[in-house]
């Protein structure tokens, strides 16, 4: 089944810098690769998507990119701001073929943007 | 639409009480999950369904969890007899489709003393 590591578990950030968060997946039929956000006491929400036919995404501060090669996928938010600090997750699945595969998470990144 | 819908959202019991916790999804939405958060463990899928049918239970703990989804708008997940370790925050999510976003409700606090 798929395995999903992601790193670092806590980051801290001066606001205005950028933060990168890392994760790597196991099973190359993965193909869908979403990133949540999780703020205190709520649940967690899409930030940004990417499938396995792209490298690459942006959405404003937020990118994604995406080695199929390597197997790994990072989420890079520049100009960070006080508002970003939350708990991050990367997730992977296969959306494509027949198995009807579970989304697989991360452990999650706690990012403090630091004033 | 409201969103996802989970209730309660504190539940405080006894061990070896019986516990139910409820979901209402996203209108629409075919596919509905349960997680359970810890600190430890992070969040871990339980139990998936699709259409009200139930396609991947391997990640309920053991025979104490149960799941089930009687129609289209509501599903339960009961913990019987409840464990001072079951104690962690549970989300409901449901999404559209497999490969589309999944809508998290705010979750249910569970502590079993």
């Known amino acids: 089944g798929e395995n999903v590591e992601q790193h670092p578990s806590t980051l801290s950030v001066q606001e205005g810098d950028s933060a990168v968060i890392k994760c790597t997946y196991s099973d190359s039929a993965s193909n869908y690769f979403p990133w949540y956000k999780q703020e205190l006491g709520k649940g967690p929400q899409l930030i940004i998507d990417?499938?396995?036919?792209?490298g690459e995404k942006k959405d404003q501060r937020i990118a994604v990119t995406l080695n199929k090669t390597a197997k790994h996928f990072s989420l890079h938010i520049t100009e960070t701001q006080p508002e970003d600090s939350a708990v991050y997750f990367c997730?992977?699945?296969?959306?494509?073929?027949?198995?009807?595969?579970?989304?697989?998470f991360g452990k999650g990144t706690r990012l403090h943007i630091l004033p | 639409d409201a969103g996802v819908i989970q209730s309660p959202r504190h539940e405080v019991t006894e061990m070896g009480q019986e516990v139910t916790l409820r979901c209402k999804p996203i209108?629409?939405?075919?596919?509905l999950f349960w997680y359970r958060q810890t600190m430890m463990r992070g969040l871990e899928l339980l139990i998936y369904f699709n259409n009200n049918v139930p396609i991947d239970d391997s990640g309920m703990p053991e025979d104490r969890f149960s799941a089930k989804m009687p129609n289209a708008s509501f599903s339960t997940l009961k913990i019987q007899p409840s464990e001072p370790r079951d104690s962690a925050v549970y989300f409901c999510a449901s999404s559209l489709n497999r490969g589309y976003e999944q809508y998290f409700g705010p979750g249910t606090r569970l502590t079993v003393t």
């Open positions: 997730a992977a699945s296969d959306v494509i073929g027949n198995r009807d595969d579970k989304i697989i």
């Open positions: 990417i499938r396995s036919n792209v």
């Open positions: 209108s629409g939405h075919d596919y």
